[in-house]
């Protein structure tokens, strides 16, 4: 039995890196041949178990691309969609096939995903109830896991608890940041004001008041309309331009 990777960008590329080395046989995809592993175009994959989306989640036809796949795949036992993706893609896909679509974000700083990957809790999404094999087969896949309750609820977290809560707290070491230099005084020195708070309660990080830029909090940003997040685009635009 196979898990198929679809996307070997650097979620896919690590994900096809842990099933690996937890000794499940594993094919990555991807439309750049040089990028798959243990597949060439037109290859007829047997006994194919899980399909495992890694695509980026603003690609245009997203739900299609992955839908496509499933009839090509006989046998598959589920659909898991790691990629961050615009709230209500998984219960949309899910209505659309006949097999379990789960939801299940990936967390980790990109420089060491593995060992992250490996590290953290992998939090897997269901819209409704799936059979005690495909639960057992996911856990013995990831070790550590925990079940949401709907796939909505993963596709908001990944980007409200993770990316943009990350963008807020660096928003405010930019706001402070540049009031530190319209005032005259030490960022680094002011902020030795908050290190035993946080040591104590928890609740006084100091970010690094540096330029958001990378493919994650602000794109994720562009998957959900709310507008009382945009601030978030809005202060790193005002502190590029105070920057400069």
Known sequence: MSDIILGMGEVGETLFGLLDERGFDSIGIDTESSKCKNYSENDTIENPEYLHVCLPGELTGFADITLSWVPKLQRLKAVIIHS????????????RVNIPVLFSPVR?????????IKKYTKFIATDDEINSEIKS???KRFQKVDWMSTTKTGELAKILVDTSYYGWLINYAQITKMICEKEGIDFDEMWKFADE?????GNRPKMYPGIIGGHCVIPNLNLIEYENLDVIKKINEMYENFKK
């Open 137 to 139: 087969d996911l856990e």
């Open 108 to 116: 980790g700083v990109h420089r060491r995903f593995l060992n992250d």
């Open 197 to 201: 708070i946080h040591e104590n309660l």
């Open 84 to 95: 961050t993706v615009r709230p209500g893609t998984t219960k949309d896909i899910q209505k």
